[in-house]
């Protein structure tokens, strides 16, 4: 019995109630037995009410800027539903009275919105196959001239029912045709705009509507998060536009895309135009998108399940099927080549050696006869192949540069390549189908070729010997320090080779800024590292070269503007200039003379333009002036002269441009003047030098047909995407990602993050074939995030980022620490998140409402840190000594900032208090 009753009343709220922060803990010093127990009863059914309002509240509280706000059961049932569009190809409804012009329908679950709206049914015969994309049924609207009002011009569409939502990320994509579309206002002959009207109407769980703006911190306001028909906005007019899927969006990166406003429970979505021409619909998709979730929580399910060896290989195989296994205890190994071998199978010769680390590798040439206690590994095309060459077939491969089978016929294993390079691609599959130390190959027939047949890395970016030597800020010592340094790093830059080829990367590239602003005068060390990379690839055949890029207008500054350039700084370099041409063709000459087998010619960021007008590019010599009409005139004479001379004396050199205006929000910029610039240059451009593109922008997470097509009618050909994704969503400076702008989405970076975009299908055919990523490739997080890359550009159709990556730690790290691994990912992000959320906050703040730092946070972000340094113990069983350098680095930077505004924040709070 409890000797006082205020005790017992305490204690039994707090048990029966104890995370109810809302019930106050009333202390009744003395009252009589029946007034307790009324007060009793009162109190325990107002805490009840009290209980499901704070259900209700924290649904309230829920937010797609703080993904981690909702329950992970509640996304992942949400994430599960996929599409959220009943009737989204529109094959449902009713056709009322029409001619044969079907104008008069009832659809379900959509209504109409004004006139000159036709249901597309193949039971018309005015309809053909090509009206309607993806079953048998489509929206067309049609828009003469003479249905618009200049003034309240309405425009006429479809409008969904409603559809529940909860304040996460979507992605929403649709199928549209275009066919001759002005904008409403063709008097200011202004661009499209919004004149393609696709839009989102936010609801509250009432059905109110909410408002359409959305808080943008990259433009420090609110912006229409309604409307989604930025694809088109920026067109002036568009004649034709096949049936293309594009994603319905408000702008581009550094924006988070698809983000439902707090409170949000219902859209409706809108498909009009306001415009004049005619627009089809079709084949609508909303749903859930996997950026509610955090590296962890996406990657985590995979542990869960066992996979033959087969599945887990990097890059993903095109084909894969019969898996069996072969058991090699006590088989001997033997390995059969040709007596004149290329360089590609004695390297696979050589990863067969290395990876078979249990088993001596007998060598064999040629027609040798093996007996039953024997697995052969056959590669290239020997007389053995050529024995069972009738059951082996190569159709699927032929005409496939870099392509390979894998078959078993008897106890002989074939790697057959369509070229050498192939045999060697062969091994890199078949030694990670082995299992060592269960002593078997998990085997499975393959049938492989690249979607890209150009794969990138970069190596490490340098400061060259001119840069250091003319650094004032270092003693003579610290020069020769940093000189020393840098050379000393050739030799890992050589490992790195091998790493690379293992993964079917086949390009490596230098940066061009690491030459520095006197690009034509390189020191010992550029000719150093392209001499011993070129012997690094040799190993290989021509499995890997190495690639040269320079700007030779980097010795401007950023987006100059010509009028203010000196004289001594402009007559610097002239593109009619001989000396000027030579001194681009000896850079070139280093590393072609060492088997270099890509050249890019840079004319990016540091080209002059004219007045304030960025995109407008002019001429900044007077040489050039007399020369030349424009830019783009004297750049197809520079190309040309170039080219001319690699043709004339190297072999099988690619030739690759990177324009100044290499991104869609660049010719958006512009004002014509792009458009203008790539009809004179590519108009007479040779037709086999590739054109740069990074996307809609600088880092573009997302990929649609109509950002893809329209570079591509700019260029006259298909585009050569350089992509600066894999950083896009970590970064933290003013033109970052997630910490800098949606601090609360920081919770889903990874520091290994694989190469993950949004792309249509078969997105390899609708561009260049060769595909360059701007990441360092120096490093062990680099190395991680580039087998992503690989297994992205070898076979985009089955490439699942999450999946890659779980790969590729497991394979490297084994399971229980590739899992260590994502926990410290998991936990630094979170501390990334805090931390970004105080920064931000003290950047927008203001003399009139200063920010002071809630407790609550401090107290989260230290334990955090003491979280983080735990995660990061458990980490010290790996081997790989240089990762958890990079990670102890990465995780002492964060502490140190985190404590710093701390420190700076007790600092002010103590000067408010003495004020």
Not at 60 to 87: T, V
Not at 265 to 279: C, E
Not at 742 to 771: Q, R, T, W
């Given at each position: ?92 409804g009713e056709i009322l009275e029409n001619d044969s012009i079907i104008t008069n329908f009832k659809l379900d679950n959509w209504q109409t919105i004004g006139e000159n709206i036709e249901w597309i049914n193949p039971k018309s015969k ?790």
């Open positions: 019995m409890y000797d006082d009753i205020s005790v017992f009343f305490s204690e039994t709220l707090n048990f029966a109630i104890p995370n109810n922060n809302n019930c106050i803990k009333l202390i009744y010093l003395s009252m009589k037995t029946k007034t307790l127990f009324l007060i009793l009863i009162m109190f325990f059914v107002s805490c009840n009410i009290n209980q499901k309002t704070d259900n209700n509240s924290s649904e309230e509280q829920w937010s797609a800027f703080s993904p981690l706000s909702i329950p992970f059961e509640i996304r992942d049932k949400e994430y599960k539903k996929q599409n959220l569009i009943p009737n989204f190809s529109f094959e449902k005015i309809y053909n196959a090509n009206d309607a994309n993806h079953e048998k049924h489509a929206i067309k609207i049609s828009r003469g001239r003479k249905n618009i009002s200049e003034i309240d011009n309405k425009a006429n569409g479809i409008l969904s029912d409603f559809v529940e939502v909860i304040p996460g990320n979507y992605l929403f994509f649709l199928d549209v045709r275009l066919e001759k579309i002005f904008p409403a206002n063709r008097r200011l002959n202004s661009k499209i705009g919004e004149d393609i009207d696709i839009h989102i109407e936010y609801y509250d769980k009432n059905k109110k509507r909410l408002s359409d703006g959305i808080y943008f911190e990259y433009y420090n306001k609110d912006i229409d998060n309604s409307f989604k028909g930025f694809a088109f906005s920026n067109l002036y007019y568009i004649e034709k536009f096949d049936w293309g899927r594009v994603r319905g969006r408000t702008l581009n990166y550094p924006f988070s895309e698809g983000d439902m406003p707090d409170g949000c429970r219902y859209i409706k979505i809108f498909l009009g135009l306001k415009g004049s021409g005619t627009m089809w619909v079709d084949n609508i998709n909303f749903r859930f998108s996997k950026w509610n979730f955090t590296s962890l929580e996406r990657v985590k399910p995979y542990f869960k399940k066992e996979f033959h060896k087969a599945e887990l290989i990097i890059p993903t195989p095109q084909i894969i099927s019969q898996k069996s296994e072969i058991n090699i205890q006590n088989k001997e190994i033997v390995a059969v080549i040709t007596k004149n071998s290329t360089q590609n199978e004695l390297a696979a010769l050589k990863l067969l050696k290395e990876r078979l680390n249990t088993k001596q590798i007998k060598i064999a040439y040629d027609d040798y006869k093996s007996n039953n206690n024997e697995i052969i590994i056959s590669i290239g095309k020997n007389n053995l192949y050529k024995k069972y060459a009738s059951e082996i077939n190569l159709s699927k491969i032929k005409g496939k540069k870099q392509g390979y089978i894998i078959t078993k016929k008897d106890n002989n294993i074939f790697l057959v390549g369509e070229n050498p390079v192939g045999n060697f691609y062969a091994a890199t599959t078949l030694v990670q189908m082995l299992d060592n130390q269960n002593n078997k190959i998990d085997f499975a027939e393959i049938i492989d070729y690249p979607d890209f047949e150009g794969r990138s890395t970069l190596m490490k970016n340098y400061t060259n010997e001119w840069t250091i030597n003319n650094d004032t800020s270092l003693t003579e010592e610290e020069k020769k320090l940093k000189i020393k340094k840098l050379f000393a790093g050739v030799e890992y830059e050589k490992q790195l080779i091998d790493y690379y080829a293992f993964y079917k990367i086949n390009k490596i590239y230098n940066s061009y800024s690491s030459l520095g602003d006197k690009w034509w005068s390189q020191g010992k060390y550029f000719e150093t590292i392209y001499t011993e990379l070129g012997k690094s690839c040799a190993e290989y055949g021509d499995a890997i070269n190495t690639c040269i890029m320079l700007n030779p207008y980097r010795h401007f500054g950023y987006e100059t503007e010509e009028g203010k350039l000196s004289d001594s700084l402009r007559n610097i370099f002239s593109h009619g200039s001989k000396e000027s041409l030579k001194r681009i063709k000896d850079i070139y000459k280093i590393a072609l003379d060492n088997n270099a087998k890509t050249v890019m010619l840079c004319a990016d960021d540091f080209v002059p333009h004219a007045g304030t007008t960025r995109g407008e590019y002019t001429l900044f010599t007077n040489q050039d002036k007399k020369q030349f009409y424009n830019v783009a005139h004297a750049q197809n004479y520079m190309i040309k002269d170039i080219k001319t001379w690699i043709d004339n004396n190297y072999k099988d050199v690619r030739f690759e441009l990177c324009p100044a205006p290499y991104l869609n929000q660049f010719i958006d910029y512009s004002m014509g003047s792009a458009e203008a610039f790539f009809r004179d240059l590519t108009s007479h451009l040779p037709k086999d030098v590739a054109i740069i593109w990074t996307g809609n922008t600088v880092r573009s997470l997302s990929y649609d047909h109509a950002d893809i097509r329209r570079y591509s009618s700019y260029i006259n050909r298909k585009p050569m995407v350089w992509d600066n994704t894999p950083y896009a969503r970590y970064l933290e400076g003013e033109y970052g990602g997630y910490p800098a702008h949606y601090p609360g989405k920081a919770v889903m970076c990874s520091l290994f993050e694989p190469f993950d975009i949004v792309y249509p299908d078969n997105f390899a055919e609708l561009l260049d074939n060769h595909y360059y990523s701007n990441l360092g490739g120096s490093g062990e997080l680099a190395k991680i995030q580039y087998a992503s890359f690989a297994d992205f550009t070898w076979n985009t159709n089955d490439y699942d980022p999450d999946f890659a990556l779980f790969k590729t730690l497991t394979s490297q790290y084994g399971e229980k620490d590739a899992l260590a691994l994502l926990e410290f990912n998991d936990t630094y992000y979170r501390l990334v998140s805090v931390w970004a959320k105080i920064r931000n906050a003290k950047e927008n703040q203001t003399k009139e409402k200063p920010y002071i730092i809630p407790e609550n946070a401090i107290s989260l972000g230290n334990k955090l840190i003491e979280e983080l340094k735990n995660k990061f113990d458990n980490l010290q069983k790996i081997k790989n000594t240089l990762l958890l350098e990079e990670l102890k680095t990465k995780m002492d930077s964060k502490i140190k900032q985190f404590k710093k505004i701390i420190k700076e924040n007790a600092k002010e709070k103590t000067g408010h208090r003495q004020t």
